[in-house]
């Protein structure tokens, strides 16, 4: 059995102290209507030095540097550094970011060859329950592989950063371990956009559209890779029809593995005619003028796309183009103008009810793609794969997360399902056509 030892633990501070004025740095309204506790992320670097008899030394060198550019990115980053006081602020207190080290008792293609999705949880330096309140806003722990192969995990509250944002702070703090001379520098403009007051009454309405994700059941996660030529089919399957003309390949799949999960759904359970597909929305391109990709913050919104009888994969895919259509420039100028929170209210009440109904599968995606995660190069290379984590366990939550592949034509979905449900999706044919199941992170282009 594969082990992984911590064999030590520090906290990183930012090489410059934090001025007095931006010691409170305050939540914007999105923010504070985030559920999860952080943003899980794992990138896996092969030992590329070639220098079997100094494996030792190439780590430690490689830590050092982890170490050091870490701290000079914290500096421009300083609520990183912080410690999260609740759902209003961040205390920028320099306490630092949390580093641990580990060591797992394995090769790195040992454990690329059949990844354990749930061990990936291992590598993570804080468990996916844990609350991040009173905790350190970024917490990251660098595994270290019998071959001098890296596991890199990062956890950053969600209370501060969305999956945009986290690309943005990675790219800033490998292309510091780069010495790269142009240093990437974070806008926090969530707060100026989407200003929060002390009553947090946007927070109930918020709990109950997360809530309808949440029901009774065990649930396992499974991992399915559509490459490129797949995706072209998805594409041709909905353009051949006149329904949705160059479906985005995100549009594509997800609205492929809602069709095929609500199959899942009714072989388990009988007949459902209502189902839900909500996805996460990156604000940052549809507002009027568009952010910068350096914006940090929560910047995203919620659409959904509703299923009230038997549709065709085509509809499916309208469906899903309409529902994030309705999140345009014009959506975002009324949720950042003085009908904002009744705006949001609105929205998230409407998907919380609809979920909520016990006839109603609803199932959430978010979509990591264009994120550039593959990109990160703290000068060893680009990650060999970069990876979400396997859940399991006795709440039932239908839950997609979509990411790039390495050649990044393709889509890696990670999807946690009723284990039930899953079994029956493991062996769906229409499915299995189209997309790998779990197959070797090698192995894939």
């Known amino acids: 059995m594969t082990r992984v030892e911590i064999i030590s ?22 923010d504070q209507l985030i559920p999860a506790p952080f943003v899980p992320m794992v990138m896996f670097y092969p ?11 190439d780590v430690q060198e490689r830590l050092v540097l982890l170490k050091q550019s870490l701290s000079h990115t914290l500096t421009r980053f300083y609520p990183l550094a912080g410690i999260v006081k609740n759902d209003l602020w961040i205390d920028c207190n320099d306490q630092g970011a949390y580093f641990a080290v580990a060591k797992v008792s394995c090769d790195l293609n040992q454990f690329l060859d059949d990844p354990n999705l749930l061990l990936i949880n291992k590598f993570l330096p804080l468990s996916f329950t844990e609350q991040s309140s009173g905790g350190q806003v970024t917490n990251i722990q660098v595994n270290t592989f019998e071959c001098g192969g890296m596991a890199i995990a990062v956890c950053i509250s969600h209370k501060i950063l969305d999956g945009a944002a986290l690309s943005t702070f990675l790219t800033a703090w490998s292309g510091t371990a780069r010495g790269l001379e142009k240093a990437v520098c974070p806008d926090f403009v969530a707060s100026l956009l989407f200003p929060a007051d002390d009553q947090l009454w946007l927070k109930d309405a918020s709990m109950v559209m997360w809530g309808s994700l949440f029901k009774k059941g065990k649930c396992t996660t499974r991992r399915f890779v559509f490459d490129g030529s797949a995706i072209a089919t998805l594409k041709k399957m909905t353009t051949d029809k006149n329904v949705v003309q160059n479906p985005t390949r995100v549009e594509a799949v997800s609205a492929f593995i809602w069709k095929c999960a609500m199959v899942a759904s009714e072989k388990k359970g009988g007949a459902k005619n209502l189902s839900l597909l909500t996805h996460v929305v990156n604000l940052r391109r549809r507002m009027k003028p568009a952010l910068s990709k350096e914006s940090i913050g929560n910047l995203i919104w919620i659409a959904s796309a509703k299923c009230y009888d ?31 929170a009744a705006v949001m209210s609105k929205s998230m009440k409407e998907i919380g009810d609809f979920g909520s109904k016990e006839e109603v599968d609803h199932y959430a995606c978010t979509s990591w793609c264009n994120f550039d995660f593959y990109e990160v190069d703290f000068g060893w290379g680009r990650p060999v794969w970069v ?10 939550m239908n839950f997609i997360v979509l990411m790039d592949t390495k050649c990044g034509g393709g889509i890696e979905a990670w999807l946690t399902l009723d284990e039930q449900e899953m079994d029956i999706l493991e062996h769906d044919h229409h499915l299995l056509a189209l997309a790998s199941l779990d197959p070797s992170p090698l192995q894939i282009c």
């Open 387 to 396: 990876s979400n984590v396997g859940l399991e366990g006795e709440v039932l």
């Open 47 to 57: 030992n590329n030095y070639g220098v079997i008899d100094n494996k030792h030394h």
């Open 9 to 30: 633990k520090q906290n990183i501070k930012p090489s410059s102290p934090t001025p007095q004025h931006l010691k409170i740095f305050k939540l914007s309204l999105l």
């Open 310 to 340: 038997k549709l065709g994969y085509g509809d499916l895919v309208e469906q899903v183009r309409n529902g994030i259509s309705e999140i345009n420039g014009e959506y975002v100028k009324q949720m950042m103008g003085d009908p904002g």
